[in-house]
Nanobody
Framework: QVQLVESGGGLVQAGGSLRLSCAAS????????MGWFRQAPGKERDFVAA????????YYADSVKGRFTISRDNAKNTVTLQMNSLKPEDTAVYYC???????????????????WGQGTQVTVSS
């Protein structure tokens, strides 16, 4: 029904920037909340950022606020995560996720999301 494909991950030095993209296909993309989560080795999957269907409202984890920016282009069915001032602790697999319908728990809760991409690796050196 909905497919999500992430791209843009790679290696970057601390202090550098990276842009992740999520290409979506399927029904009701423009009405979905979209989110980014990440999972570092040996740790739980954590919320990073989310955006409302219209793009009017954004949400960020405290750890990335001021450094990361989430945006979406519904005409192109894409969601972007611009990551600046990267730190080694940002190293993780980053996942794009889509939540269909109204939220019942909260935008940062992974159980709100119905579809997930396969993830893209981000590694920040030093």
């Amino acid at each position: 029904q909905v497919q999500l494909v992430e791209s843009g991950g790679g290696l970057v030095q601390a202090g550098g920037s990276l842009r992740l993209s999520c290409a979506a296909s399927g029904r009701t993309f423009s009405s979905d909340h979209m989110g980014w989560f990440r999972q570092a080795p040996g740790k739980e999957r954590d919320f990073v950022a989310a955006i409302s269907w219209s793009g009017d409202i954004t949400y960020y984890a405290d750890s990335v606020k001021g450094r990361f920016t989430i945006s979406r282009d519904n005409a192109k069915n894409t969601v972007t995560l611009q990551m600046n001032s990267l730190k080694p602790e940002d190293t993780a697999v980053y996942y794009c996720a889509a939540a269909l319908g109204r939220l019942r728990i909260g935008v940062a809760d992974q159980h709100e999301y119905d579809y997930w991409g396969q993830g893209t690796q981000v590694t920040v050196s030093s």
